[in-house]
């Protein structure tokens, strides 16, 4: 919604009022304004329109997260980077269900930038994966799976890891 500048300025304002408040005996309204600005700092590194698009995914809904997507204009000048490769990851999960060379690309991207969480990086690898099997490229989807199986350490993609090693056999 905000660009995330403006959103740091936003907060800086916010706190200004807080003490300027505090400093005229308002304690419990510059401790609501310290809390308001809190809200602002946390959306500068997680994103508004990306939170409410992974909501969209949790439910299956890949038309409503796209809608959110959409909303970001310029991801460049509106998210930071890791934000920033989490668009491109979303994009290339919701792409990934028609088009696997773009959401090739899209994915290449979200690992370029990083993403934040290990399981995420995970999964991103596992599309490459398997994309790279449906171009019969197999040392490129070996070597992207081996690399899914360190990051995924709690051992929540074992049985895709798993039915992946057996479609390889069969290239």
Known sequence: MF?????????A?????????MVEG??????????LAGIFVFLYFKNEMILLAFLRLRKQDFPGAKK???????????????????FHYLHGLMISQTNITKAEK???????????????LAMAK?????????????REAQLLMT?????????????QLKMMKQQMKRI
Do not use: C
């Not at 310029?74 to 490769?85: D, H, M």
């Not at 899209?106 to 995420?120: C, H």
């Open 126 to 138: 596992l599309n490459l994966a398997g994309i790279a099997m449906t171009k019969r490229r197999k």
């Open 26 to 35: 308002n304690i419990g309204n510059g401790i609501l304004l310290i809390l």
């Open 68 to 86: 959110w997507l959409d909303k970001i204009k310029n991801p460049e000048a509106a998210l930071v980077k890791k934000q920033q490769g989490y």
């Open 13 to 21: 304002a916010i706190v200004a009022w807080a003490i300027w408040q």
């Open 106 to 120: 899209y994915f290449k991207k979200a690992i370029k930038l990083g993403l934040s969480m290990d399981q995420d």
């Open 147 to 159: 690399e899914a199986k360190k990051l995924d350490k709690h051992g929540m993609l074992a049985e």
């Open 3 to 11: 660009n995330k500048n403006t959103k740091l300025v936003i907060a």
